[in-house]
């Protein structure tokens, strides 16, 4: 199976601060990775398909990058309401369609 | 509006079985896969199965395969995920969510739409 992994596992940045969550497969997935938002207490919420397309709805401070094995989710100017911790999920081929560990997203 | 609700939150003993449920409304039901996904206390997201309401096609994780079972009644647009026997280790929240149509008609494997959580306790 192919694993995930996500750097750094949580960081403190400040309000305004452009901040960098990277995702690593161990195999190649193409651009068949998602991000998601899961704020403390909620559910969580799609951010980003296809390595780079926003969801319709997601303020546009988020944005996607990658392809092949190296992903990154980047936040322009860090906000309050962005405290959350941010996976990602791989889903090429076939199931099952694996989450990453997670990164929790602070207000320093 | 695309929604998702599930069945309330459930205190069970180990041994005891249980049947979760997800219902589906404002969309047809019958053409967009069902995925749960498990979420122990304090812990990250994993991928448990997923499951084609039109003709009950399901797909489990290896992590899950025999220790849950995967099923939707497309007549009252509503998925469900059940157990046998449950175990302390069965103790965590429960999320439902829909996987978006394939460029092919199929599925593309990300979540788009999610329930609210089913939170399952076990505890002797």
């Known amino acids: 199976d192919i694993q995930m992994t996500q750097s750094p596992s949580s960081l403190s940045a400040s309000v305004g601060d452009r901040v960098t969550i990277t995702c690593r497969a161990s195999?190649?997935?193409?651009?068949?990775l998602a991000w998601y938002q899961q704020k403390p207490g909620k559910v969580p919420k799609l951010l980003i398909y296809a390595a780079s397309t926003l969801q319709s709805g997601v303020p546009s401070r988020f944005s996607g990058s990658g392809s092949g094995t190296d992903f990154t989710l980047t936040i322009s100017s860090l906000q309050p309401e962005d405290v959350a911790t941010y996976y990602c999920q791989k889903y090429n081929s076939a199931p099952p369609f694996t989450f990453g560990p997670g990164t929790k997203v602070d207000i320093k | 509006e695309v929604q998702l609700v599930q069945s309330g939150a459930e205190v069970k003993k180990p041994g005891e079985s249980l049947k979760i449920s997800c219902k589906g409304s404002g969309y047809s039901f019958t053409s967009y896969w069902i995925g749960w996904v498990r979420q122990m206390p304090g812990k990250g997201l994993e991928w448990m199965g997923i499951?084609?309401?039109?003709?009950?096609?399901?797909r489990y994780s290896p992590s899950f395969q025999g220790q849950v079972t995967i099923s939707a009644d497309k007549s009252i647009s509503t998925a469900y995920l059940q157990w046998s026997s449950l175990k302390a280790s069965d103790t965590a929240m429960y999320y439902c969510?829909?996987?978006?149509?394939?460029?092919?008609?199929?599925?593309?494997?990300?979540?788009?739409?999610w329930g609210q959580g089913t939170l399952v306790t076990v505890s002797s």
């Open positions: 195999q190649g997935i193409s651009n068949y």
């Open positions: 499951i084609y309401p039109g003709d009950s096609d399901t």
């Open positions: 969510a829909r996987l978006p149509l394939g460029v092919y008609g199929d599925y593309s494997g990300y979540f788009d739409y």
